[in-house]
């Protein structure tokens, strides 16, 4: 509720603030809270009028230290200032300062490329060398494969040779078409008896119808295998 006759501004909860407000601060009212504080024209309280407040002291020690704070401050201040100083004299272009410094970092510069330029051509002389090993190891890996290669095709072909051989004496035991009555014929004529027996002490007698007392002891076949042991 304002009241325009007393200047009065109820902001709800039973507060009231008791001073003049315009009408800025009266569109306000509604939304923003105004700490109350007392106008100068007010008198002082009455539980106050005639109450002195307490002089404050400070410790002798207190004081001392203060003192040497200010001073550190101080000191540390005119040191900062300083120091901001000489900076802006050392960064103006025109100084003496700012030129030696140029002048300083261009000769770094300048030996900083000098020694870019050494790195580089050590590296690249440590890479072509390390490309000619790689090459020479490439080239020994090739020609070691041509090598194995080459042995590999000259077994392939004895083998082919040798097959081509014992193939050729094969087909020199086959029968001709002409000649397979006659063969037959042969076959006949002369069985041939595959089966053997082993007696005991290594001897060999083929033929099921041989006898062992058919065949004297001097021209008994033995296994190899018995006649290497004697």
Not at 41 to 55: G, T
Not at 158 to 172: N, P
Request: some cysteine.
């Amino acid at each position: 509720m304002i009241s325009a006759r007393h200047n009065i501004i109820s902001l709800g909860c039973g507060a009231r603030l008791w001073y003049p407000v315009n009408e800025a601060t009266l569109s306000l009212a509604g939304s923003q809270t105004v700490r109350w504080r007392k106008p100068r024209w007010v008198p002082v309280a009455k539980s106050k009028m005639f109450k002195i407040p307490p002089r404050t002291i400070t410790p002798k020690e207190e004081v001392v230290e203060i003192t040497r704070l200010f001073n550190m401050y101080r000191t540390q201040m005119r040191a900062v200032r300083r120091h901001l100083w000489e900076e802006s004299l050392r960064r103006a272009d025109t100084s003496e300062l700012s030129m030696q410094q140029a002048a300083e970092d261009e000769a770094e510069h300048q030996q900083i490329l000098e020694y870019n330029h050494q790195e580089n051509l050590r590296v690249a002389a440590l890479r072509e060398e390390r490309v000619r090993k790689e090459f020479e190891a490439n080239l020994a890996r090739v020609e070691a494969s041509k090598e194995k290669l080459a042995k590999q095709a000259l077994e392939a072909q004895e083998k082919a040779l040798h097959l081509i051989t014992e193939t050729q004496a094969l087909v020199k035991t086959f029968i001709k078409r002409e000649d397979l009555e006659e063969a037959i014929e042969t076959a006949i004529a002369n069985p041939i008896d595959y089966n053997f027996v082993i007696d005991q002490e290594g001897h060999i007698f083929r033929g099921c119808n041989t006898k062992p007392e058919s065949i004297p002891e001097e021209d008994r076949e033995k296994l190899l295998s018995v006649a290497q042991e004697r």
